[in-house]
C-alpha cells in the first residue's frame, strides 16, 4: 500500500481546510516544498497536492509551487482545477507524475476518455462523495450523481487509479469512512487509493487489514493528521511495506 502525504496549497502556502470548507483554513507552512522535502527525507516517495486555489477557480493556479516540489524529487500526484486538457498539458509538463481529474470527470466523459487515450494512466480521476453523491467545484455543489456509478463509468473508460474522497471524514480525524472505500473497491477494477479521516496509526493498519480482501486498495492519502502529529510518516511507511 502506498502512503501519500498530502500538501494543500492556498495563496503559495500550505494549509488543511476542514470538510473543504474554505472559512476553515489552518496554515501549516509558508513554503510547501519545504514540507515535501521532510517528506522525502522520511521516505515517502509520493506526494498527493491538491491546488486549492485551482479548485475554486478553475484553472490551476500554482504550477510553480507544484514545480518546486517535483524539483525535490518527489513524485506529484496533483489535483485542483484541472478542467480542460490545456491545463493538463502544463501540469504535465511541469513534472507532475499523475493527474486527478474531478469536477470535469462528472461533468463529461469524453473529456476523460480523450485524456487516457493520450497520457494512459497519468491520468486518474477524484471522485469526491458526500452521502454517496458526488461532490463538484471543491466540494462546494453535490450533484445527483452515484459515486459509485460515475467510478465504474471511470473504470471502463479504462482510468487506472480513482481517488475516493469521503467528504464528511476529510479532515475530522475521525477515521476513515470503511464501508465506503471497501465499497468503492468491490465495484472497480481501477486501484483506488481512500482519503478523508486518517487520524491515527490504526486507521491505516485497518485499511492496510481491507487490501488484503481488496487488493486494488492501493494507497491512502494523509493530511492533517501528519500535520498535527497525530501519527508519523517513517511509521506509516514502515507500517505498510
Known sequence: MTIYPAI???S??????TQGRADQETVYSENPAEVAAEFKQAGSAWVHVVDLDGAFAGEPANLDKVAAIVAVGMKVQLGGGLRTRASVERALGAGVSRVVIGTRAAESEAFVAELVAAFG????????AKNGQVAVK??????????????QRMDKLGVKTLIH???GTDGMLTGPN???QEAMASAVSANVIASGGVSRREDVVRLAELQKRRPNLE?????K????????LPDLLALVK
Not at 503559495?12 to 481546510?17: A, E, P, Q, T
Not at 493528521?225 to 508519523?232: F, K, P, T
Request: charged residues 25%; aromatic residues 4%.
Open 121 to 128: 494512466d497519468r491520468i486518474a480521476v477524484g471522485i469526491d
Open 225 to 232: 493528521a501528519l500535520y498535527e502529529r497525530r501519527v508519523e
Open 12 to 17: 503559495g502556502r500550505c494549509v488543511r481546510l
Open 219 to 223: 494507497g491512502v492519502i494523509v493530511g
Open 8 to 10: 494543500d496549497i492556498k
Open 138 to 151: 471543491g466540494w462546494v455543489d453535490t450533484t445527483g450523481t452515484s459515486a459509485l456509478g460515475l467510478a
Open 165 to 167: 474522497t469521503d467528504v
Open 178 to 180: 470503511m464501508a465506503a
